[in-house]
């Protein structure tokens, strides 16, 4: 059995009463109609589901700030992590500056971030100050399945563009992911950890994610 262990970030869901998700809107309330001449954050950041290296572009870093964050939280204290790390780049989580300042230590180059403006609790109906909060887009990209033992299907967008689609649970190449700490794996773009960013988000006590282990092909 390797010692090193490999996991799959996810939303908490269920597991925990502060795993929540978020919406963009220009205004409190319903976000529809979204207004006509206002930067649209599912038009303007659909390009990343396409690239191969995903990247918020200047757009994209001048206008989301400038967007509502509505969210619907079951208790008044919020997660580190609010959304989750998804294999589509164009919907990024939130991180608290806490957990970007421990991402940022340890492995500088793995995430971009934009930071929030205004969030508003549709739950206790209050503003909130989104400052403290991060999109944070991983861009480090690993090549971290063992293709022999994981089964990953091309499948051809009407554009003709391919994505990756991932079968099971997949198996990691380990002597791929010897310095790895938090990355996205370049061909199904799953946004994977290591047990090093496993236990330094448990030390900090930071919420929002659960930890599903991954097998490895040293298991």
């Keep these: 059995m390797t010692s090193e262990r490999f996991y799959w970030p996810m939303l908490a869901g269920e597991r925990s009463d502060l795993s929540i998700t978020y ?4 205004r409190k309330g319903n976000p529809f109609p979204w207004p006509e ?14 690239q191969t290296e995903p990247r918020f572009n200047d757009e994209a870093r001048r206008e989301i700030p400038k967007l509502l964050v509505s969210i619907r939280p079951k208790v ?35 995430c ?3 930071q929030a403006s205004q969030i508003w609790d549709e739950t206790h109906e209050r503003d909130l100050d989104g400052s403290d909060y991060y999109f944070a887009n991983v861009v ?7 293709h022999e033992l994981t089964k990953i299907a091309p499948i051809e967008r ?15 190449n380990t002597s791929a992911l010897k310095d790895a700490f938090l990355w996205r794996d370049s061909y199904t773009k799953h946004v994977l950890c290591s047990e090093a960013f496993k236990k330094a988000y448990e030390a900090m006590d930071a919420t929002g994610i659960h930890f599903h282990p991954l097998k490895s092909n040293t298991d």
């Design 76 to 110: 008044k204290e919020l997660p580190d992590v609010i959304g989750t790390f998804s294999i589509d780049a164009s919907d990024p989580p939130m991180i608290h500056r806490r957990l970007k300042a421990m991402i940022e230590a340890q492995d500088p180059d793995c």
């Design 37 to 50: 001449d206002r930067w649209n954050p599912i038009h303007g950041l659909r390009y990343m589901a396409y």
């Design 23 to 26: 919406g963009f809107s220009t």
């Design 158 to 172: 009407a554009d003709g563009s391919i994505v990756n689609l991932l079968s099971g649970n997949g198996v990691v």
């Design 140 to 146: 480090k990209l690993v090549d971290s399945w063992d």
């Design 112 to 114: 971009e971030f934009i």
